[in-house]
């Protein structure tokens, strides 16, 4: 049974893989950009702790903010799943009709399909940017704090994370039934998680009613859990508490997008063909 | 003068083709305004909470910050509502073969490009700068005179030509590359350093702003005159400069570019 299903899966993997190859001098140029936001983000928090008196701001330190920027940069690239683009394109042109009709899970090609995009790079991009992290750590503060069970700990919840967020945005993507400018409601969404997700700004610095509201949506468990994990902020039923929520959400999500399916399967009308 | 005459005329059927096309699709025209003012508000919870904590940014008060971040605002609208076609040239249209069609009509086909279509989502930006802008004037501790409104209204044209200079040299990689879609995002992802005072960065990355991919050009330095009266020749004379530089090598990099240009695909 499981040799069957990898042996249908596997070549989604390896197409993915091929994909990457193929446009890698443009995804160089697009991580370039992403990483001059980063230092922007860099340069605005240098000019806070700078023209503030406290050293440290709601738990962060600047050398532990520094820190956490790189590795929201980095757990925000090894997270990103295309799938509301990907699904809502599909249902706009009607070529979704293609994946009905064919014995294989629509969901499942697409998580191996991305895996194989996304396990080549993800690995060229973390190895160096997690010794950064500790390098910058190390210097900043003195102190040697890498720990390996924390490593472990920050990879398994970003495992959760990412698939929290892929079948969050397969869900998102059947809202092409409703709005069929993508680039749009995408954009829209993009901004909203990454509020959401303490991409902008740490929750911590938020008012305390609105983290703890956060802290409990499926966003937080994005980018926040991990990031916080590695900078060991979390400990003991602090830290069990939010890989369950975690868990919790993938399997939501994970239900939600099946539901969806069934619902569309209903809905949808193809034209042409 | 005809020529200009001629330009104006194919500008003003092409602007009436996409309100017609706009009206078709309104939905997507609300969802695209809202979106990119989602973005700015996010930005600017970014800074509400951030002055909680400290009283000035490295000696600049929030009003002042929010000034600059507007202004930055209002020229990145303008090239965006007008200008937004040439990332379709760096991200599909010359990948996919479809640029021969613009070789083939007799007009300039910088020019066809840049008019062909309008991007109505650049409202969203256009507004919240020009609503940030008219926020913090009242609270300035500015001296206005007439000489100082005129230099921002006369200096958001040129202003806007570097936005646009800057995705033309970008997008016309794609004649020789086939695709530049990513090049463009990387450049203009450098007007991210335009929201905030250039203070706020090291001498390296000054530079960097200033003279070579000049986005400080387009809000910091026309602030530096406007708020403070500082040296009114470099704060307005280089954007002015810049503006002609860029889009002059613009047009150049794509007339050079058409010539290396293979049609793809079949």
Known sequence: MMKRKLKIYLPFVNAGMQEVATYRVNWIFFMLGEALSCFVTYFIWAAVYSSGSKESMNGFTMPQMIVYIVLMFLTGTIIASDGAFVVGEEIRDGSIIMRMIKPVSYNATFLFQELGNKLPTEIAIAVPMIITVEIIRTVMSGMFEFNVLRLVLYILSCALAYLINFYFNICFGFIAFVIKYLWGANMMKNVIVGFLSGMVIPLSFLPEAIEKVFLFLPFSSLNYTPVMIYMGKYGGTELLYCVGLQIFWVLFFFGLSKLLWKASVKRLSAQGG | ?266
């Open chain 2, 1 to 266: 003068m005809k020529k200009i005459k001629r330009m104006l005329k194919i500008h003003r059927i092409f602007m009436a083709q996409e309100f017609k096309r706009m009206m078709e699709y309104k939905g997507d025209f609300i969802v695209g305004v809202i979106g990119f003012f989602l973005v700015q508000l996010s930005n600017l919870m970014f800074l509400w909470i951030i002055f909680g904590q400290i009283p000035n940014l490295a000696g600049w008060s929030v009003n002042e910050v929010v000034f600059i971040y507007g202004l930055s605002l209002i020229p990145k609208g303008i090239d965006h509502f007008f200008f937004d076609n040439l990332w379709s040239i760096g991200y599909f249209t010359v990948r996919k073969g479809d640029f021969d069609k613009y070789l083939t009509r007799p007009v300039n086909t910088l020019f066809h490009v840049l008019v062909e279509k309008i991007q109505i989502d650049a409202l969203g930006e256009f507004i919240m700068g020009v609503a940030l802008v008219c926020a913090s004037v009242p609270n300035l501790h500015t001296e206005w005179d007439v000489f100082r409104i005129l230099a921002m209204i006369f200096m958001i044209p040129f202003i806007t030509l570097i936005f646009t200079g800057v995705k033309t040299i970008t997008a016309s990689v794609a004649f020789w590359t086939k695709r530049s879609g990513n090049v463009i995002y990387m450049f203009y992802t450098f007007s991210e350093f335009a929201k905030y005072p250039a203070t706020i960065y090291n001498r390296f990355v000054q530079n960097i702003i200033t003279y070579i991919i000049p986005f400080a050009l387009t809000s910091y330095f026309p602030a530096l005159f406007i708020l403070k009266g500082e040296n009114p020749l470099f704060n307005l004379g280089m954007p002015v400069l810049a503006s002609a530089v860029l889009m002059g090598t613009g047009v150049l990099v794509w007339h050079r570019g058409i010539r290396a240009y293979e049609s793809a695909g079949s």
